[in-house]
């Protein structure tokens, strides 16, 4: 597909489209690339290469050897077990592939190996172009204290802070109290929220301090740090850059990424709002100035704060790969990113500043795997159901996952990235808004109800948004996003569609039966015929009945009682579930009123309806001994898998309710897990790197 946006764009801004990176030199675009990298932004830079006649290689763990980017390979080759230290981290097994294969480039993605200046090396001595900048730039941004006083030196503003050789423990927090509280820790290797601490008081400083150097040399094998005035209720406005080999470096003009939980980015949009041409200008010279001070190549990303008071900005960091949100960008200026990495790395020179115009406004929602409802802890297992909206030249989904895919524990749970263009910023929410509720997920928990309540927030949706906004409207947005309540309409439907779902799962089974009574589910001469449901609803003790009483053998008039009332829905089957294109579809008349949806049974004991706009589940009762779980109260149990990477209590321990007893990482996030009461420590079923499968004991706890 081309992002061109060819369809809403003027003949001028077309033409202008076409030219953006400049042909009037004579390189030859790279033939053959491998792509390092999985998911959804291995699927992202297959699609461009695919567009511009480019063979592409994958390479692949063993968990993702049915994964969508290797289908979606001319090559792929699996490089290791499905830890991706032991898979997409083994530079010499990708490099080997890329010698073997005649890949002429690697693309890195973002992630991984995309800011490893190691890495960078080994493709130039291999004789293999890296699509990316040269290491001394990757090294030189990557060191966040290099960083910012090759900034100071430039004429670009930074934050006041310490950013020193000295990493002793001591001479750091005599550091932190002349910056002053609040302050921020950062890894000097540092990215995606990894390896940082907001510190708020000097008492807290040694354990953040323990926290961001543990999580800096687990994620970059490199435990120093910097620490950083805590700039108070900022926004997060970052440009994007690029640079060619030849000397030359423009702006692609900014983004707003305000909205974070954690330090991780949930919704993104450009341009950033609110700020006139000359502070637009400011940041785009400043990230110039930036780009060009490291000789760099390609494209990058130049973070700020920007003060919310008096408007000013100061540099954070420079990412020196592609971004996960640079589609934002590519909507408003009308370019595909990956082309351009591919043509800049070939040797062609970009284009001029002034060839680069900014229409409309876009956002773009990063869906994840993770619940709410249990502080975001992210979701592993099969995506037994999927939909999407529709995609057009305003409407993309980047994805790396089909339904029936895995979303395992060893990588970042995104399932896709929604983005969303129009003419201005209200309407481009509006759309984004509209569009999350024709994402369909069911089988893993999401957080596409938190997005909608990210976006119709009144706050959000007039611009006042600082990183701080998920804090400042927590309860508001939870409230949102974990409502529960079900309508007796919302019963009805649910019941009527799984009924009816049964009956034609009925059908199709007799169908290769002899006996043909088989197939007339509760057939009764001269009777109406009356089917009980029950159904579990989330906050409800007890269960719900609903009663149909079919009108015709065919499945298609009947009527509907909740819990004995006495309020009769009438009920149409106009299309029932199981007869359109998509199985999933559902068309009913409800008291003469149409509604529409979908359905997705999970497990024949959870249904799932997405219906004008609103999405719920049920639950159907089954026996104890169907379910397979055991809740015990005296033990604390893996809520999903993952690798034990701290036991922090052996037999004998006396602890007290909510003391943490282990530490495990799934989702490339580290979990603490607690005991649920005051007791002593009975028994310890892990050690330190166990994998753990969901539901396996990890302590126990004297019985009382």
Not at 86 to 106: F, N, P
Not at 289 to 304: K, W
Not at 510 to 532: C, H, I, M, Y
Request: proline fraction near 4%; aromatic fraction near 8%; include cysteine.
């Amino acid at each position: 597909m081309s992002f061109f946006l060819q369809l809403f764009r003027s003949s001028a801004t077309r033409n202008h489209a076409k030219r953006v990176m400049s042909t009037s030199a004579s390189p030859k675009l790279l033939e053959k690339v491998l792509i390092a990298n999985r998911g959804e932004i291995a699927c992202r830079i297959m699609r461009t290469c695919h567009r511009l006649g480019i063979n592409t290689v994958a390479v692949y763990s063993e968990a993702d050897k049915d994964s969508l980017h290797v289908a979606m390979a001319d090559e792929a080759y699996c490089v290791g077990p499905a830890p991706s230290a032991e898979s997409y981290l083994r530079t010499e097994a990708i490099i080997d592939v890329a010698k073997k294969t005649g890949a002429q480039g690697i693309h890195p993605g973002y992630g991984f190996l995309s800011e490893n200046d190691e890495f960078a090396d080994q493709c130039q001595d291999a004789g293999i172009t890296f699509i990316g900048p040269p290491s001394s730039a990757i090294v030189s941004m990557g060191l966040k204290d290099e960083s910012k006083r090759i900034m100071e030196n430039s004429g670009v503003p930074v934050v006041a802070g310490y950013h020193g050789d000295n990493q002793d423990k001591e001479f750091l927090k005599q550091q932190g109290t002349q910056i002053g509280y609040p302050l921020m820790i950062k890894a000097v290797k540092g990215g995606g929220g990894k390896g940082m601490r907001v510190v708020h008081s000097e008492k807290e400083f040694f354990s953040a301090l323990e926290h961001a150097q543990n999580e800096a040399l687990k994620h970059f094998k490199d435990d120093r740090v910097l620490l950083e005035k805590y700039v108070q209720r900022p926004r997060h406005v970052e440009v994007q850059v690029f640079a060619d080999k030849h000397g030359n470096a423009v702006h692609l003009f900014e983004r707003d990424c305000s909205l974070q939980r954690r330090h991780q980015k949930i919704i993104e949009e450009a341009p950033a709002f609110g700020l006139d041409a000359s502070l637009r200008e400011e940041f785009g010279s400043a990230a110039v100035r930036a780009a060009l001070a490291v000789g760099y190549v390609g494209a990058g990303t130049v973070e700020f704060i920007m003060d919310t008071v008096s408007n000013k900005f100061y540099f954070m960091e420079m990412n020196t790969r592609l971004q996960v949100e640079h589609p934002v960008t590519e909507m408003v200026t009308g370019t595909d990113l990956v082309e351009w990495q591919l043509r800049v790395a070939s040797g062609f020179p970009i284009c001029s500043q002034d060839d680069i115009t900014c229409t409309g406004h876009s956002f773009e929602a990063r869906i994840y795997a993770e619940n709410p409802t249990q502080n975001f802890l992210p979701g592993s297992g099969p995506l037994a159901f999927l939909r999407t909206p529709q995609e057009s030249d305003t409407v993309r989904v980047e994805t790396g996952v089909r339904e029936g895919d895995h979303v395992t524990p060893f990588y970042d749970p995104m399932i896709a990235k929604l983005v969303v263009w129009d003419e201005n910023r209200d309407k481009a929410l509006s759309k984004l808004l509209k569009e999350l509720e024709n994402f369909q997920v069911a089988g893993l928990p999401t957080n596409i109800k938190f997005l909608q309540a990210c976006g119709a927030h009144p706050g959000f949706r007039s611009g006042d948004v600082t990183t701080d906004f998920i804090a400042d409207h927590n309860d508001n947005l939870m409230n949102f996003a974990c409502n529960t309540n079900v309508s007796e309409k919302d019963l009805v439907l649910a019941a009527v569609a799984t009924a009816q779902q049964f009956r034609n799962d009925t059908v199709t089974s007799a169908a290769n039966k002899s006996d043909p009574w088989t197939s007339l589910k509760g057939f009764r001469l001269n009777v109406d015929q009356t089917e009980s449901i029950l159904l579990d609803v989330e906050g409800q003790d007890e269960s719900v009945e609903v009663l149909i009483t079919w009108n015709d053998t065919n499945s298609r008039s009947m009527n509907v009682t909740v819990n004995g009332g006495d309020n009769v829905f009438s009920v149409e089957s106009i299309v029932g579930v199981g007869s359109a294109e998509d199985k999933s579809e559902f068309l009913y008349r409800i008291n003469n009123c149409k509604v529409g949806g979908r359905l997705a049974l999970i497990n024949f004991n959870e249904a799932n309806i997405f219906s004008e706009g609103n999405s719920f589940s049920v639950t159907l009762p089954r026996a104890s001994h169907e379910l397979g779980v055991v809740v015990d109260p005296n033990k604390v149990a893996a809520p999903m898998a993952g690798i034990v990477s701290k036991v922090l209590v052996q037999p004998g321990d006396r602890v007290e309710k909510d003391d943490p007893v282990v530490v495990m990482e799934a989702m490339k996030m580290e979990l603490t897990f607690k005991v649920p009461r005051d007791g002593v420590v009975a028994a310890v079923h892990v050690k330190q790197h166990d994998q753990v499968s969901e539901g396996a004991p990890l302590v126990e706890l004297e019985k009382e």
